[in-house]
């Protein structure tokens, strides 16, 4: 080998020191400014996604109020009519109803009361248990409170009674 690759490299003098100081310090001001953009960025962000949340839970809560505005139509009818014929305000009731009954299924959650269908742990709530002979163990012999919903949005189960068979005594 050579004597002039055996030597250890220059040792940088004073202004070369400086200017490495200097770029380390440029490099390490810019980085802290790119991380507090992106920290400012990403609490805009949230600030941003807080307000258009709100606004769409006040839409949706409109878009509800809005689908039971005919129900409370029609109950302002049956009440008109009040004084009158006994048969009417039964026809206002059901007109009424029906009219709710409708809006939940706009809503996207119809109701549900099937009799003679397999009991369902999705769909149903065993309320009671009924001993039959003429339907089969595990199907829903009477529905006690309607179910609402499909699929897997439900705002509730139907509450029924399951049918099981006869204990021989």
């Known amino acids: 080998m050579s004597a002039q690759q055996q030597q250890p490299p220059p040792e940088p003098d004073g202004e070369t020191a400086t200017q490495v100081d200097e770029a380390a310090a440029a490099a390490l001001a810019g980085l802290e400014d790119r991380w507090r953009r992106a920290v400012a960025d990403l609490d805009n962000l949230r600030k941003r996604y807080a307000r258009e949340l709100e606004r769409e839970r006040a839409a949706e809560r409109a878009r509800v109020a809005a689908q039971f505005l005919p129900v409370v139509d029609n109950l302002d009818r049956a009440l008109a009519h009040a004084g009158g014929d006994p048969g009417a305000i039964v ?79």
């Open 91 to 169: 026809e206002g009731v059901r007109a009424v109803r029906e009219e709710a009954l409708a809006a939940l299924t706009r809503l996207g959650f119809p109701r549900y009361e099937e009799v003679g269908v397999p009991f369902d742990p999705n769909r149903h709530e065993a309320a009671r248990v009924v001993e039959s002979d003429e339907a089969p163990a595990g199907t829903v012999v009477e529905v006690l409170r309607p179910g609402y919903g499909r699929d897997d949005r439900w705002l509730r189960p139907a509450a029924v009674a399951v049918a099981t068979a006869r204990r021989q005594e």
